[in-house]
C-alpha cells in the first residue's frame, strides 16, 4: 500500500499544557486507565524463557474474520498495558483493527526465567513474536507500531531486516523514538530530566535486585544498584548482561539512527523535538526525507510520548495514538 494513500493530520498541542514536560506528565495522567478485556497468552521462547502477549480482541475470533492485526511494542518499563498501550487499542478497534500487544521479558508482572532482561537494541524476540503471528494468523494484514525503547527496537528490527520484513508486517510506526541512545542518556542527566531518569532507574533496580542470585559474575551488581544515571546502570549491567562490551557499545550498535535508511515497509514516525528524553538535533530528518518508504511528522511540540491536541481539559484528545491508527487503516485497510 503506497504511503499517499494517507493523509496526514497537523497537531496542535492543547493550550492547557504547554511545553514538553506538561505534555509528557499530562498524558500520562490524563490516559484513561478504565480496565479493557485482555486475553494473556503466554510464548515459549527457543532459549528456553519466555514472553508474555496481552490481545486486545479474543484471537479465536480473528481466523476468517477479514480485520487487520497490529503488534503493539511498549517503552521502557512500561508493558502491554500501559495507558499508552491501552488507548492505542482503543484507537485501532474504532478503525476496525485488532491487537496486541508483546510484554518485554520481565515487564509482563512476571520475572522471565534467564539471567537477562531486555533493552532497546533486542530485535530477536521481535522477530520471533511476528514470526508467531504471522504463521497463526496467515490470512490478517499485519502491522507493528513502537512507543519510545519499543519503537527504537523496531526501527532497528525494520533496518536489519530490509525486505525481509514484508514476510511478517505491511506497515510500522513509531512515536518518541531515542534515535542517539548515548546522548538520550546524557540528556536525561540534566536537572531537567533527572525525575524521569530516577523514576525508571529505581524499577529496572528492583529487576536486578529480584535477579541477583542468577546475574553472571561479569555484572557488576553493587554498581548498577548504586547507579544514578542511565550510562552507570547500563555499563554496570545492561551491557555485561547482553554481551555488550560496555554502555558505549551498547548505544552504539542499538540506537535506529543509524537502521532508518534501510527500512522497507510503509512507516510513519511521530517524533516532537522538544522531547525531554531525546535532544531534537538527534531526530535524523534527512534520513527521513531520503527514504520513500517513511512519512514523518516532527513537530516541535509534543513531549515524550505526550502529543496531547487542542481540545477541552476534561475531554482530551490523544493525537499521536489516534494518527498511528488512521495510518494503520489506510496502510491495511485501503482507507483513511
Known sequence: MSLSNFAQSTFKPARWLPGPHLQTAGA??????????????????????????????????L??????????????????????????????????????????????????RLPRLYHSGETADIE?????????????????IGFSLGGNALLKFLGESGDHARRYV?????????????????????????????????KLQRKVRAKLQVMPPEVDTSRALSATTFREFDDAATAPLHKFEGAEDYYRRSSSAQYVTRIRIPTLLLQSTDD????????????????????????????????????????PVFWAEREMARFMRAMLNGKT
Open 28 to 61: 500520562r495522567f490524563l490516559r484513561p486507565s478504565g480496565a479493557m478485556p485482555l486475553w494473556r497468552e503466554r510464548i515459549e521462547l527457543p532459549d528456553g524463557d519466555f514472553v508474555d502477549l496481552d490481545f486486545a480482541t479474543d484471537p479465536k475470533t
Open 63 to 112: 481466523p476468517g474474520n477479514g480485520r487487520p492485526l497490529v503488534l503493539l511494542l511498549h517503552g521502557l518499563e512500561g508493558s502491554a498495558q500501559s495507558k499508552y498501550a491501552l488507548e492505542a487499542y482503543r484507537a485501532l478497534n474504532r478503525q476496525g483493527i485488532a491487537s496486541v500487544g508483546l510484554n518485554f521479558r520481565s515487564c509482563s508482572g512476571e520475572l522471565n
Open 128 to 144: 520471533y513474536v511476528l514470526r508467531f503471528l504471522a504463521e497463526r494468523f496467515p490470512d490478517q494484514r499485519r502491522g507493528v
Open 170 to 202: 505491511e506497515a510500522a510506526a513509531a512515536i518518541s523514538v531515542p534515535y542517539d541512545l548515548s546522548a538520550g542518556a546524557d540528556y536525561l542527566d540534566r536537572p531537567s530530566g533527572r525525575i524521569y531518569m530516577w523514576f525508571l532507574l529505581r
Open 276 to 315: 525531554p528524553f531525546q535532544p531534537g538535533r538527534c531526530v535524523p530528518v534527512e534520513a527521513f526525507r531520503d527514504n520513500e518508504h517513511i512519512l514523518s511528522a516532527v513537530m516541535e511540540n509534543g513531549g515524550h510520548v505526550g502529543f496531547v491536541a487542542r481540545s477541552l481539559p476534561w475531554k
